[in-house]
T-cell receptor
């Protein structure tokens, strides 16, 4: 059974800092990994999808890496802004096609 | 392109009552998912449809939950009777394909259910 763990559970940083969110998973036989953002009371917004054959994906100030063999992914956020404050969720897809989620990292960026 | 639509956005009911949620996926998306997100947890899959058929409902509490997807488009999730532990956000998602490494899922805004 796939287990997805996200560390840290919560993070507070001052505006402008670069930061890294970590995600680990126990079963490396994944099809892809997605990073999502969730604002309070809202649904999930897809940030990046990394296919199993890829090592990283970039979108603006976000960069996600994937190391399948070690069961790890990181989400790097450059020059953080208060608007980046949200919960970030990591999820992987195995053979069942449904997403297996971690519990998320709650990020607060202070002005 | 319109996103995944869900209604209602909020619902408050008493335990043992019934409730239904509606989802309209992104046009052309073959696969539709219902997830349950309890406060402080990541979403958990309840049921997955591909077109009209059920692909996975192994985590759906079938004694009280039911779901259908009419004509391979809209879907309804029902709870009858509701329990206190059903209080959660119910998220609908859709994807163009049924699987594969490029299969990106898109989520609706969710329905927040409170059972008193």
């Amino acid at each position: 059974k796939q287990e997805v763990t996200q560390i840290p559970a919560a993070l507070s940083v001052p505006e402008g800092e670069n930061l890294v969110l970590n995600c680990s998973f126990t079963d490396s036989a994944i099809y892809n990994l997605q990073w999502f953002r969730q604002d309070p009371g809202k649904g999930l917004t897809s940030l990046l999808l990394i296919q199993s054959s890829q090592r990283e994906q970039t979108s603006g100030r976000l960069n996600a890496s994937l190391d399948k063999s070690s069961g790890r992914s990181t989400l790097y956020i450059a020059a953080s802004q208060p608007g980046d404050s949200a919960t970030y969720l990591c999820a992987v897809v195995n053979s069942g096609y449904a997403l297996n989620f971690g519990k998320g990292t709650s990020l607060l960026v202070t002005p | 392109e319109a996103g995944v639509a869900q209604s209602p956005r909020y619902k408050i009911i008493e335990k043992r009552q019934s409730v239904a949620f509606w989802c309209n996926p992104i046009s052309g998306h073959a696969t539709l998912y219902w997830y349950q997100q309890i406060l402080g947890q990541g979403p958990k899959l309840l049921i997955q449809f591909q077109n009209n058929g059920v692909v996975d409902d192994s985590q759906l509490p079938k004694d009280r939950f039911s779901a259908e997807r009419l004509k391979g488009v809209d879907s309804t999730l029902k709870i009858q009777p509701a329990k206190l532990e059903d209080s959660a956000v119910y998220l609908c998602a859709s994807s163009r394909f049924g699987g594969g490494s490029y299969n990106e899922q898109f989520f609706g805004p969710g329905t927040r259910l409170t059972v008193l």
